[in-house]
Structures are given as structure tokens and as C-alpha cells.
């Protein structure tokens, strides 16, 4: 909540802020503050394959009118809420005013270890939370794009009654 903590950049984490910044309008600020993205070649810069990989992620999901209208809305809205008597920060991808959608780009969308992806990482708890930070019940959906040749993707909507469910098993513990 006060900013104190960063999470230490992965090449995972920053493909998935340099489609998130394209997302946002931001992409050459983005490029601009990290030169890790960028190798030389025949004495010039050039993105690193995996930035490449997500150039191409990003004219995938551009000729989807329904992927990009979903991640249409408000970028990066953050807000704060008391829950459970605990302080909680969000930060949303795409906020509208009928729903929230979060992009996640993934290796792929294959189930792990007997479970779906969105249970696995616990995305549909992340959705939950936003939710319920958001304070009203409001419609929650994953615009998921996968990595793979060629890529994947998917909007998935995380149910209301599974919000409360997890929302009542955060409340316990």
C-alpha cells in the first residue's frame, strides 16, 4: 500500500508489461525505460525474441474486435479498500463500467496438475478481490493470450457465485 516493495522483473513479467503498455497507449515510454529489451545486431539495436514473440501477440489480439473490445476500458485503474479488516491495493488492466478485465499472457491455457490455469494461479481469487475492492458486484473476465506458434486466446469470465466462494475462504483464513 505505501509503495514500499518492489517485485523483481522477470522476462515473463516485462513481455507482459510491454503488452500491457501497447495496451495503454505507453509502448514507447515503455521501450524507452528498458534497455534489456533490446540486443545488438550487425552493430544495431534490435528487440530481444521474446519482445518479438510479444510484437506478434499484439497483432493477434488487434484483428479480434471482442478481445480488443474488452480491454477497451479505463487502463491501470488502481483503488484501495478495507476487507476482512486488512488493506488491499488493486491495479486493473481494463475497468469499465459494467466489468473489470485483467490480460494475462500465458505459456499456454493448459490445465496444471489437475486444475485450470485460472485455478492454478489463482486468478479467479485475484478477480475476487478486485471485485470486492471495486465495491460493487460487477462482472470479472480474463483476456487471456497465450505465447504459443501460432497464439491463443480467450475471454473467460469468472462466475459470481465462485467470487464469493473464494471471497468467504479468504474471510476465514
Request: no cysteine; aromatic share 10%.
Amino acid at each position: 500500500l505505501r509503495g514500499e516493495w518492489t517485485r523483481p522483473q522477470t522476462t515473463a513479467l516485462l513481455v507482459g508489461s510491454y503488452i500491457d503498455s501497447w495496451f495503454e497507449g505507453t509502448l514507447d515510454e515503455f521501450k524507452a525505460t528498458h534497455p534489456e529489451i533490446y540486443k545488438k545486431s550487425k552493430g544495431s539495436l534490435v528487440l530481444k525474441a521474446d519482445f518479438m514473440q510479444a510484437e506478434e501477440i499484439i497483432k493477434f489480439v488487434q484483428k479480434d474486435p471482442m478481445f480488443m473490445r474488452y480491454m477497451g476500458g479505463r487502463k491501470q485503474v488502481i483503488m484501495t479498500a478495507e476487507l476482512f479488516g486488512t488493506q488491499w491495493k488493486i491495479k486493473m488492466d481494463s475497468y469499465h463500467n459494467d466489468k473489470i478485465v485483467d490480460l494475462k499472457v500465458m505459456r499456454s491455457m493448459e490445465r496444471i496438475m489437475g486444475k485450470s490455469f485460472v485455478e492454478h494461479w489463482g486468478y479467479d481469487l485475484q478477480m475476487a478481490i478486485y471485485s470486492a475492492v471495486e465495491g460493487r458486484d460487477i462482472a470479472t473476465y480474463l483476456a487471456v493470450v497465450t505465447k504459443q506458434d501460432p497464439p491463443d486466446k480467450e475471454i473467460i469470465s469468472i462466475p459470481r457465485w465462485r467470487r464469493v466462494e473464494l471471497l468467504e475462504d479468504v474471510e476465514r483464513k
